[in-house]
């Protein structure tokens, strides 16, 4: 989950997110790199007292300052463009799970096999347990086996939200009337947060997410207790 | 008990990729996968023949399908209002 005072990513639970990340350190480092440099050049132009008044042009200068950003800009793009083919890539899932986003709940269904259907409300800031996260808690959490493809179809039954878990790397907009896949591998059992990504009432803000990721033998235990509670 | 979640493990399955909706929106597949089980349990009973190869695109759309959505379609099947042509 998120940290006060965090700078970066939460920890990767997916392969996809691990990729993203390094990624981003690979881009920021270069942002860094780029403009510590041009901060240099630009501290060095005006702290001199020198003066030039008789260079007009300079072919080599020229080229090098245009080559170079080019071979910059390539190399941002190439682990980029890796990325985007990776998330796109045929996974034959393991479960699918329906994420239906209601004013202001989510409510997952299991139907692969039986009907396990539930809510997910935020349990409120005063129901809270002493170590509960405030506004990130839900009384139902989704449950999923850990190191296999879930398949998430989200849509919604009224208006626009979005399910995001950003540990897992997922984010997928609820469209009513509209089906939308994404995927996950979840690489690593532990309980991960959301909250819904697009604004969508009152509300918008304590309808969060909450995806628990536990070995087979744990997710098979946990659907026999909600088929018997059903 | 283990031989029993061996037998789970492998026939635990669920929809499969399906090249004809290969991208995020899975609208059409549900919707296909509805009717198409619809249409051949019409044809097959029509027939006077067992509805079990049908199966195959229920267990489809049950996968795939928000219930509030099969609920609807249901309803409006048995209304003879659904807009689909089964």
Not at chain 1, 26 to 44: E, G, K, P, Q
Request: glycine share 4%; net charge negative; with cysteine.
């Amino acid at each position: 989950m998120a940290h006060p005072s965090q700078l970066g990513f939460q920890d990767a639970a997916s392969p996809v997110m691990e990729e993203l990340l390094h990624f981003h350190d690979h881009a920021l480092m270069i942002v860094f790199l780029i403009s510590t440099l041009v901060l240099y050049i630009i501290v060095a132009m005006v702290s001199t007292k020198l003066t030039n008044m008789y260079i007009l042009d300079s072919q080599e200068i020229e080229i090098i300052w245009t080559v170079l950003p080019a071979i910059i800009l390539i190399l941002i793009a190439l682990p980029s463009l890796r990325i985007l083919y990776l998330m796109d890539e045929i996974n034959n899932p393991h479960l699918s799970v329906k994420a239906i986003g209601h004013q202001w709940y989510w409510s997952y269904e299991y139907t692969d096999y039986q009907e396990i259907a539930f809510d997910s409300y935020m349990i409120p800031t005063q129901d809270l347990a002493p170590g509960q996260f405030r506004l990130l808690e839900v009384d139902h959490r989704m449950v999923v086996p850990t190191e296999a493809p879930v398949r998430v179809l989200v849509t919604a039954e009224d208006v626009l939200h979005s399910w995001a878990v950003p540990a897992l790397g997922v984010k997928m907009d609820a469209v009513p009337g509209r089906l939308n896949q994404t995927a996950f591998i979840a690489s690593r059992p532990g309980v991960f947060y959301g909250q819904c990504s697009e604004i969508c009432g009152a509300n918008h803000s304590f309808m969060p997410i909450v995806v628990e990721a536990v070995p087979l033998m744990y997710f098979q235990d946990w659907s026999t207790l909600m088929l018997e509670d059903a | 008990m283990s031989n029993n979640f061996e037998d789970k493990i492998r026939s635990y399955s669920t929809a499969p990729f399906d090249a004809r909706f290969p991208n995020t929106n899975q609208t059409r597949n549900c919707f296909q996968n509805y009717l198409d089980f619809h249409r051949c349990s019409k044809a097959l009973s029509a027939k006077n023949q067992d509805t079990a190869p049908c199966e195959w695109f229920q267990k489809v759309y049950k996968s795939l399908c928000p219930n509030s959505w099969v609920t609807k379609w249901d309803e409006q099947v048995d209304n003879g209002n659904f807009a689909g042509r089964i």
